[in-house]
């Protein structure tokens, strides 16, 4: 069980890391994108696709990191679930332990 605990423990760090990166990778997609907006010397209507055109790195870092985001916060889970599991074997090896020691006294 310890060291399911350390491993939770391991994941805050890298879930919150991971969401930094994500945070991060958003703000500057948001920032490139308006520029590049703002940039195009064309029609109106062709604003928002060159602004996407001109960004498709950042948007593919985005990407990557949402990716990594979801992974880090779905192991996170799976190891609190883990944890629960052990937990509740261990309560349930507890009981049984008492309730042969009642009847044996």
Request: no cysteine.
């Amino acid at each position: 069980m310890a060291t399911i605990d350390h491993l939770i423990t391991q994941g805050v760090d890298e879930l919150a890391e991971a969401y930094s990166v994500y945070a991060h990778a958003k703000n500057e997609l948001e920032k490139a994108t308006a520029r590049a907006y703002m940039a195009h010397k064309g029609p109106a209507h062709e604003k928002k696709y060159a602004a996407i055109l001109a960004t498709a790195e950042l948007r593919d870092k985005l990407t990557v990191a949402d990716i990594a985001y979801h992974y880090a916060k779905s192991r996170s889970e799976s190891l609190k679930d883990q944890l629960s599991a052990v937990q509740s074997i261990g309560a349930s090896v507890r009981s049984q332990y008492e309730i042969a020691g009642r009847g044996a006294a």
